[in-house]
């Protein structure tokens, strides 16, 4: 069974930054797009920045300029560094990818930024 495994949240001082780490295992054949999606209190989800397997990259305009997102294909595994932090990134973090053509999503990491 496919799993993803997130690490690297925590607790952060505005302009700060934090490393988040996704690995996925189990038995995978193929893994297509990976990336991070967010979640602030009372907000939707939102797509924070996502890389294809051929190394296309997306950000989303609001964390452009101070993230850069990953990929370790030989390791299946996603890094999103973030740089800058703003209190406005506080959110839970959700690694994604989409392995043997099924969406699959990590159990989340706590980012916080905070003085």
């Known amino acids: 069974q496919v799993q993803l495994v997130e690490s690297g949240g925590g607790l952060v001082q505005p302009g700060g930054f934090l490393r988040l780490s996704c690995a996925a295992s189990?038995?995978?054949?193929?893994?297509?797009?990976m990336g991070w999606y967010r979640q602030a209190p009372g907000k939707q989800r939102e797509l924070v920045a996502r890389?294809?397997?051929?190394?296309?990259?997306d950000y989303t305009d609001s964390v452009s300029g101070r993230c850069t997102i990953s990929r370790d294909n030989a390791k299946n595994t996603v890094l999103l560094q973030m740089n800058s932090l703003k209190p406005e990134d506080t959110a839970v973090y959700y690694c994604?990818?989409?392995?043997?053509?099924?969406?699959?999503w990590g159990q989340g990491t706590q980012v916080t930024v905070s003085s």
């Open positions: 189990g038995g995978i054949f193929s893994i297509e797009d």
């Open positions: 890389i294809t397997s051929g190394q296309r990259i």
């Open positions: 994604y990818a989409i392995v043997n053509y099924v969406m699959l």
